[in-house]
């Protein structure tokens, strides 16, 4: 059994209130990159749709950015690693892993000649590092500072010449190699969010919180005056970009604007207005060829109009998607399942459970369910059924409303799954067992049916056809029982690293898939535990991806989708990676219309 990528569905970037975003290109200007969780995304700057994801990292990618050769991509995380891995093949080969420093990696720079890197950001004794991208021997020492270091560039033309802006509201200049402390320099009145030379290395400019942009000669470090005056923005400034033949740069800032510059003069020669909304701040900006980019506090990527600059050209929202419009979750969305009247059902950390139709795609107060204390997951049943496992209740829904709650349990549900029939209902907990009841009604009787999984359960699923149910638990298992021989265990299925957190099956009950913590994804053969396929580099930790469905007017090609990453996040969108591999068997399938189902806005 084999499997190929098909397409990913690529997320947008991971932001912060208040944090600049490094938004950076390819050599060749034909992608351009940013970061997400413990991934980095690579987009075509021409088609977005059209995208690759590195999921190596260990921990949250905080910085990625191309060599100047365009062969490597240098990304460095939260605790401090910087990883060097490969651009030309599919794989991304790992060609060097350093640890310059230990903390956050907060920006990155090369030299033009794609052999020394500069690292900087909140080490804990030291804020920045510089060496040989090959051996990581040191070539200079990155010092001057009192606070963390936000941002750090090199001079693209001999002789180097390398600054860094921090939080301690100073630039530092650096001659080299190896490079040396020249000066300092306190203009700024608050934060150095960013620093960047010119591709010319003629000039280099600084931009803080105290929204002014600073410029200074590329080579001696005299400063050359200020954009815009005593002010360049109202707020602060958080990214700067400079344009292909150094004459122009373009400013993204606070104030929920985007300025391009004419370098000469020092004035704005246009202010792109990107809303009113705070989650329209600009904290990232990119100018790649003939393309002007921003990245919104929401997330969204705007394609700036010199020619309009009150409308963008292009909004990305959220990848690739049908989008749902109206107030949707105001927190993280915890589960989610479609029913057959082809209506989303999402839980939340917003104490709720949502129903949305796709058909429609747009929110309705009226189709809110107010939960009486946060729920943990929702499945689904015939008849417009639902079942949501809260904190200590277990709570039945019929037809959007509330009609019977399970208390005093005795134990702590994680996990819940109806039964294609809809008479019965498995609920997993945190006790390592699966308890049964039956839907009589519209209340839910315990069956005193107790199964045992190897460890807290995790995610549970019965198959479509309701032969079989799927339990995964925190002791990286999954456990196959056989419903009609009175739910006795057909086979346990080994092979993940760290805690599963999803299980889907597929239309013809022969297949299913789980997706762990441990950035894989295994498609199982139910009768075979030993014949898997071994899906590597997909995060699964942000929710747990729903049980695919088949759609009525899908038209099944052949290929199985696994879904390999969502992410709910507050102000943000849902967003979805997959995979597809080659078909198993007859028709191991999961439905694309799903795949769109789950971008889901949480605002």
Avoid at 86 to 110: C, R, S, V
Avoid at 286 to 292: E, K
Wanted: glycine residues 10%; charged residues 20%.
């Amino acid at each position: 059994m084999s499997y190929e990528l098909k397409h990913v569905f690529a997320s947008l970037p991971q932001m912060e209130r208040g944090v600049a975003k490094v938004l950076a290109g390819d050599p060749k200007g034909n992608n351009f990159l940013y970061t997400n969780g413990k991934s980095v995304i690579i987009r075509n700057i021409n088609n977005p749709a059209i995208a690759d994801v590195y999921t190596e990292h260990p921990h949250q990618v905080i910085v990625a950015k191309y060599a100047p050769s365009g062969f490597y991509i240098a990304s460095g995380d939260v605790s401090g690693k910087i990883r060097i891995w490969d651009t030309t093949q599919k794989e991304h080969l790992l060609k060097y892993e350093y640890q310059p420093f230990g903390g956050k990696i907060k920006d990155i720079a090369w030299t033009e000649d794609s052999k020394r890197i500069a690292v900087v950001g909140e080490g804990r004794e030291k804020y920045g590092a510089v060496f040989l991208w090959d051996s990581g021997s040191s070539v200079g020492e990155i010092v001057g500072h009192s606070k963390v270091v936000n941002s750090v560039d090199i001079k693209q033309t001999r002789p180097y010449r390398l600054i860094t802006g921090s939080d301690d509201n100073c630039t530092a200049f650096y001659e080299g190699p190896p490079f040396k402390f020249k000066c300092t320099f306190s203009e700024h009145g608050r934060f150095v969010n960013c620093v960047r030379y010119s591709p010319d290395g003629s000039r280099y400019v600084s931009a803080g919180a105290d929204g002014q942009i600073f410029m200074y000669d590329g080579k001696t470090a005299e400063k050359l005056g200020a954009l815009g005056g005593a002010k360049a923005h109202e707020g602060g400034i958080y990214a700067v970009s400079w344009s292909p033949d150094s004459t122009q740069l373009i400013s993204a800032s606070g104030d929920k604007t985007v300025k391009l510059w004419d370098v000469a003069s020092g004035t704005a020669v246009t202010t792109f207005s990107l809303g009113s909304d705070v989650l329209d701040q600009q904290l990232g900006c990119l100018w790649q060829r003939d393309h002007l980019l921003s990245i919104s506090l929401s997330g969204f990527i705007n394609y700036l109009d010199k020619n309009n600059p009150s409308r963008p050209l292009r909004i990305i929202k959220t990848g690739e998607n049908e989008g749902i419009t109206g107030k949707g979750h105001s927190n993280m969305v915890a589960k989610m399942a479609v029913d057959e009247s082809h209506r989303l059902v999402t839980c939340s950390m917003d104490d709720s459970v949502r129903y949305t139709d796709l058909s429609k795609k747009e929110y309705s107060a009226s189709d809110l369910v107010k939960m009486d204390v946060q729920p943990k997951a929702v499945s689904v049943g015939p008849g417009g059924l639902a079942v949501a496992v809260c904190i200590g209740q277990v709570v039945l829904l019929r037809d959007k409303r509330k009609v019977f709650t399970l208390e005093n349990l005795g134990y702590e549900p994680e996990a819940v799954s109806v039964h294609a029939g809809g008479v019965t209902v498995a609920v997993g907990g945190a006790d390592g067992k699966v308890r049964l009841y039956s839907i009589q009604g519209n209340t839910l009787k315990d069956d005193g049916k107790v199964l045992e999984a190897k460890g807290p359960v995790t995610d549970m699923a019965f198959s479509k056809d309701g032969a079989f149910l799927a339990v995964s638990d925190e002791k990286k298992v999954v456990t196959i029982f056989t419903v009609a021989d009175g739910y006795a265990v057909k086979n346990d299925f080994y092979g993940h690293h760290a805690k599963i957190v999803c299980l889907a099956w597929s239309p013809d009950n022969s297949h299913f898939a789980s997706g762990g913590m441990d950035m894989l994804v295994f498609v199982w053969n139910v009768n075979d535990p030993e014949k898997r396929i071994k899906i590597p580099g997909h995060v699964c930790t942000a929710v747990d991806v729903p049980g695919l469905y088949q759609g009525e007017s899908f038209s099944w090609s052949g290929h199985v989708v696994v879904p390999a990453m969502v992410k709910a996040c507050y102000g943000q969108s849902v967003r979805t990676e997959c995979a597809m591999g080659r078909e198993l068997g007859q028709s191991m399938l999961w439905a694309e219309r799903q795949i769109r189902a789950c971008h889901v806005r949480s605002v």
